[in-house]
């Protein structure tokens, strides 16, 4: 059976080599007689692999020593109440400033209302959410246990190229950011990051897995509410083992960082060589849109997202149809899943379409997407 390309915003398609791997290892992993699910997560098996999973982690995205890796559950809305619990009390004011591009970081500030003052600093929702405010015009609080900001919006499709320095803009605050949709497609800056967390589906592996990067000087300061499984101190001694964790999501992300490590573009390798990868496969797209007269993303271009590329066919009267019941809309969908090109349709909040294009998002998908895009265009 051909494998569709599937442009999901998460889960999302998943490297195929991986999925055979596990495939093969599902009833007996290594010679132990046992899948990988069936096994204690305190076994020497299930140790070596979580093991080899943090450590490869480490070398594809040069997280320094001195920073935690976590392997927690509950998702990344789960964690918009967690990172609170844990860092808000770091000063008495619990002060948190949150700069808010899109649905996500809007969530992410609602949601920490609820443990401390939480404080939008900066807010492109007049824009509709298809610019970043520049770094020079937050208004940082000068008393912040930390300012957190969603590096990729994976609805609205604006990414951060760069993250801000904290430090020049005058704030001692650790920032705090969402990767959740463009974890591992990019280097991380870890000299201006304090904590960094993410769910897993989109390019690490199955849902119900959570990434926490967490910089050592930051842990302890855990609010009394905190539940013990989520307090990040308490889960770093732990070795993330404070209670049973998602062992085979810990291990599918495994074998997608030894994927990762093994992808060459040039003389890259890595997440260099799969970064590569993604800004010909994002600039690919974004030519096709910008160059047609039918598609139409409105977002800056000097923010637009690698990894989520929303966009929106034009009616008759030039405007972008939002509705995904519309007959153009309905036409476009159809055609493409015909084609193998599935799940197009747009964040329900936003309308229109929307193409992820993550890591195991090959280029042959992203030509095939462009091919079907001028096609339908040609035909009307
Ligand atoms: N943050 C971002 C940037 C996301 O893309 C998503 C999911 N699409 C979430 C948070 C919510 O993640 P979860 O469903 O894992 O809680």
Not at 136 to 152: G, I, K, Q, T
Not at 158 to 164: A, G, I, Q, S, W
Request: hydrophobic share 45%; aromatic share 8%; with cysteine.
């Amino acid at each position: 059976m051909a494998r569709p390309y599937n442009f999901s915003a998460g889960p999302a398609t998943m490297p195929e080599a991986v999925l055979q791997q596990a495939a093969a290892e599902m009833l007996d992993w290594h010679g132990t007689g046992m899948g990988v699910m069936e096994m204690s997560h305190r076994s020497t098996s299930f140790a070596a692999i979580a093991e080899q999973a943090e450590h490869d982690l480490r070398t594809l995205l040069a997280i320094p020593e001195h920073f935690k890796v976590l392997f927690s559950q509950g998702g990344a809305l789960a964690h918009n109440a967690i990172v609170p619990m844990n860092l808000a009390g770091r000063r008495p004011e619990r002060t948190m400033d949150f700069v808010v591009t899109g649905s996500w970081s809007q969530k992410s500030a609602q949601e920490a209302a609820r443990y401390g003052a939480a404080r939008i600093v900066a807010n492109t929702a007049d824009t509709g959410f298809t610019t970043l405010p520049d770094p020079a015009s937050w208004r940082l609080s000068p008393d912040a246990s930390y300012v957190h900001l969603c590096s990729n919006e994976t609805i609205h499709g604006v990414e951060f190229h760069t993250l801000p320095d904290l430090a020049a803009l005058g704030s001692d605050a650790p920032l705090v950011i969402d990767f959740s949709s463009h974890v591992l497609s990019r280097p991380v800056d870890w000299s201006r990051v304090g904590l960094a967390y993410g769910g897993a589906q989109k390019n690490i592996g199955p849902a119900g897995l959570t990434l926490i990067v967490v910089r050592e000087d930051l842990l302890g300061h855990a609010l009394p509410i905190c539940p013990s499984v989520f307090d990040y101190r308490a889960l770093a001694e732990a070795g993330s083992m404070l209670n049973t964790p998602p062992t085979y999501a810990i291990y599918i992300a495994g074998l997608t960082f030894q994927w990762l490590l093994a992808q060459r573009e040039g003389n890259l390798s890595g997440v260099a060589a799969i970064e590569a990868r993604n800004v010909a496969k994002a600039q690919r797209l974004y030519e096709a849109i910008d160059g047609s007269s039918l598609y139409i993303n409105r977002v800056d271009p000097a923010c637009r997202s690698r990894m989520n590329i929303p966009f929106f066919l034009r009616g008759d009267d030039g405007q972008p149809l939002r509705d995904p019941a519309h007959p153009r809309n309905a036409a476009f969908l159809r055609g493409a899943q015909a084609r193998g090109l599935v799940q197009l349709k747009g964040h329900k909040s936003l309308g229109g379409m929307r193409a992820s294009l993550y890591n195991a998002m090959p280029m042959a998908g992203v030509e095939a997407l462009v091919d079907y895009m001028r096609d339908f265009e040609r035909q009307g």
